[in-house]
């Protein structure tokens, strides 16, 4: 079945592979899941040592930047992997959440943001 759609998070919930064309230019062609592996999202964490948990996860090679919301927000490590190092550390985590990029961030991504049409989707879910 083929079915069309300007509306993102619809098409996350019903697809499981994806053709993405953007001005007439095919982007994509791929599965819901390759594209999520390829557009990973990233962890909220909040701790009172802050300054001290990013040093130490960008000395683990993790990409750490503050979050508009409060706290970090760090790429490329897992959860568990941030809880452990903290751990070993001895600094406090008072939240850890792992947030998923939307079918729509990624479409907006690979299109360059070419789009007439974007749905109030979000993207965060918490672990």
């Known amino acids: 079945m083929l079915l069309s759609s300007h509306l993102m998070g619809e098409m996350e ?37 802050d300054a001290e948990l990013a040093a130490t996860l960008r000395s683990a090679g993790a990409r750490v930047a503050a979050d508009p919301s409060g706290g970090l927000a760090v790429a490329g490590m897992a959860v568990a992997e941030i809880g452990d190092l903290a751990a070993s ?4 985590l008072h939240k850890v959440t792992s947030r998923h990029r939307s079918l729509e961030d990624a479409y907006l991504e690979l299109t360059g943001g070419a789009v ?10 918490e672990a």
């Open 13 to 49: 919930r019903t697809a499981d592979h994806l053709v993405i064309i953007a001005r007439g230019r095919l982007v994509a062609d791929t599965s819901v899941a390759e594209l999520r592996q390829r557009f990973p999202g990233d962890v909220l964490v909040l701790s009172p040592r």
């Open 116 to 125: 007439e049409y974007r749905s109030g989707s979000q993207r965060r879910q």
């Open 89 to 92: 550390r001895g600094i406090a």
